[in-house]
């Protein structure tokens, strides 16, 4: 979905580093959320926020770290990056007052850890 | 948070009919069923959503029986660009106050 954007598509650092992931939303939702896919399995949750004052973590928080700058703008961090943190990274969005909510996700980011 | 459990993978040929069956057994009352498709290198892509019934649109047809226990996406007349994977998500409303998972996922493989 055009409305949610991540930067960078692409990232390859080494074990140790610290990096950020990014991502931006044009929807007007309160609601974002990061996710993780590992090739051949779903989607995991590492973090989602209400809105710019509400930070949950997910299932799999561990190693991350995320924050809220605006209600359209939702960073997700790798403090001390790892190589079981390569992975396919989601940021989605969703509308909390709409009768069903749904997920909105972009496009995502393919992050390799050396 | 009601676990789903659906089959890995199917294969299909053009032009059929195609039903994916989603297993629920412990759903809440205020849940929702919602099903994505993802196509490879994608985010997931909001397909269909029902409470009871049959839910019907442009892309799918939902059907839940009564007990809602179990869920069923149907694909009419598939093409190959219907080759992706389709998860199956039981939920509240408010989504966000669960640890939601999407799980493996079907890989539907549609052949020429």
């Known amino acids: 979905d055009a409305d949610v954007t991540q930067t960078p598509r692409n990232r390859i650092t080494k074990t140790g580093k610290r990096i950020m992931l990014e991502c931006s939303q044009t929807?007007?939702?309160?609601?974002m959320y990061w996710y993780r896919q590992d090739p051949g399995l779903g989607l995991r949750l590492i973090y989602y926020?209400?809105?710019?004052?509400?930070?949950n973590k997910g299932e799999i928080s561990d190693g991350y770290s995320v924050s809220r700058q605006a209600q359209a703008k939702f960073s997700l961090s790798l403090e001390s990056a790892i190589p079981n943190q390569t992975a396919l990274y989601f940021c989605?969005?969703?509308?909390?007052?709409?009768?069903?909510?749904?997920?909105?996700f972009g496009p995502g980011t393919r992050l390799l850890v050396l | 948070l009601a676990k789903t459990t659906q089959p890995i993978s199917m294969d299909s040929y053009e032009g059929q009919e195609v039903n994916i069956t989603c297993s629920h057994n412990?759903?809440?009352?205020?849940?929702?069923i919602t099903w994505y498709q993802q196509f490879p290198s994608q985010g997931p892509r909001f397909i269909i959503q029902?409470?009871?019934t049959k839910v019907t649109n442009e892309v799918a047809s939902l059907f839940i029986p009564a007990d809602r226990k179990s869920s069923t996406l149907s694909l009419p007349r598939v093409s190959l660009s219907d080759t992706a994977v389709y998860y199956c998500?039981?939920?509240?409303?408010?989504?966000?106050?669960?640890?939601?998972?999407f799980g493996t996922g079907t890989r539907l493989t549609i052949i020429p």
């Open positions: 989605a969005t969703s509308d909390p007052t709409a009768i069903q909510e749904t997920q909105y």
């Open positions: 929807k007007g939702h309160d609601r």
């Open positions: 926020s209400f809105d710019v004052k509400d930070i």
């Open positions: 412990n759903i809440a009352t205020n849940d929702y």
């Open positions: 029902g409470y009871k």
């Open positions: 998500l039981v939920g509240g409303s408010n989504f966000g106050n669960e640890k939601l998972t």
